[in-house]
């Protein structure tokens, strides 16, 4: 009984000795490392940026900050802030900051890279070749980069005229090609509730899977708007 009553002072002594160093030392504000400075500003930026789609990758790099950079203790909190008109995606500069006042502010480069995965020419094509298997590959493009409608699936294209040249990797958007082309001879579908007729016809202008056209009818010679539904094929709801 003596020796436990003589350890639990032992215990008390210690106890009270180093609680203050105990109690203050996940409060104690600490200075920041350059490589903690870096992933603060990876996970801002993440943080900032839409869900990326389920057809588009993302990389945040930030530049690594002067590892002989030597910044003053933080009692508050670090947070990031897009400098200016801060650009959201390729090459941009993120801003870190001390709120305590007077508190430091530091830059750090970084890029902000996205991808998709497109269709392009597998080689160079002339104006007006009807695509096939061998004229399109997938490739993997900056979405910075791209402009337009593009296509992920070949399938989406096959049939499809270049409405002009392109070069080799060129993605494929939907203002290069026509699944219906003007001066198409085209087959116009009009399907009723019990009933269905069709008729031929000259398309009179370019379209794509969904498009509304003028096509003119070849019997009547009037026009009508008719929804573009694959390769010379149209449709009109009665």
Same mark, same amino acid.
């Not at 530049?63 to 203790?73: I, K, M, V």
């Not at 899977?209 to 094929?233: C, E, F, H, K, M």
């Given at each position: ?14 106890? %009270? ?17 350059? =490589?903690?400075? +870096? ?6 930026? #993440? ?14 790099? /930030? ?22 008109? !801060?650009?959201?995606?390729?090459? %941009? ?5 001390? @709120? ?11 890029? @902000?890279?996205?991808?998709? +995965? /497109?269709?392009? $020419? #597998? ?9 096939? =298997? &061998? ?16 296509? +992920? ?5 096959? !049939? $499809? ?6 070069? %080799? ?9 026509? /699944?219906?082309?003007?001066?198409? +001879?085209?087959?116009?579908?009009? =399907? ?15 379209? &794509?899977?969904?498009?509304? @056209?003028?096509?003119? &009818?070849?019997?009547?010679?009037? %026009?009508?708007? #008719? ?12």
């Amino acid at each position: 009984m003596k020796l436990r009553n003589s350890l639990n002072k032992v215990l008390m002594l210690l106890a %009270t000795a180093f609680w203050p160093l105990l109690a203050g030392a996940d409060l104690a504000p600490t200075v920041p490392e350059p =490589e903690s400075l +870096t992933e603060l500003a990876r996970q801002f930026i #993440a943080s900032q940026l839409p869900p990326a789609s389920a057809d588009v990758e993302r990389r945040i790099d /930030v530049a690594d900050p002067d590892p002989r950079l030597r910044l003053d203790t933080c009692r508050s909190k670090i947070e990031g802030f897009w400098p200016g008109n !801060g650009r959201r995606i390729g090459h %941009t500069v993120i801003g870190l900051r001390c @709120i305590d006042e007077g508190g430091w502010q530091v830059f750090l480069p970084a890029e @902000i890279a996205e991808w998709r +995965t /497109v269709v392009v $020419a #597998a080689r160079q094509l002339p104006r007006g070749k009807r695509l096939d =298997e &061998n004229d399109l590959r997938l490739k993997k493009a900056p979405v910075s980069q791209l402009r337009g409608q593009q296509y +992920t699936s070949k399938r989406q294209l096959l !049939g $499809a005229s270049l409405r002009q040249g392109v070069n %080799t990797e060129t993605p494929i958007t939907n203002q290069l090609v026509c /699944v219906i082309c003007r001066g198409d +001879t085209v087959t116009i579908r009009a =399907e009723g509730n019990d009933f269905a007729i069709s008729a031929k016809g000259e398309a009179m202008s370019h379209g &794509n899977p969904g498009d509304r @056209i003028p096509v003119r &009818n070849l019997n009547s010679r009037r %026009t009508i708007q #008719a929804t573009v539904s694959g390769p010379n094929q149209v449709s009109v709801a009665l």
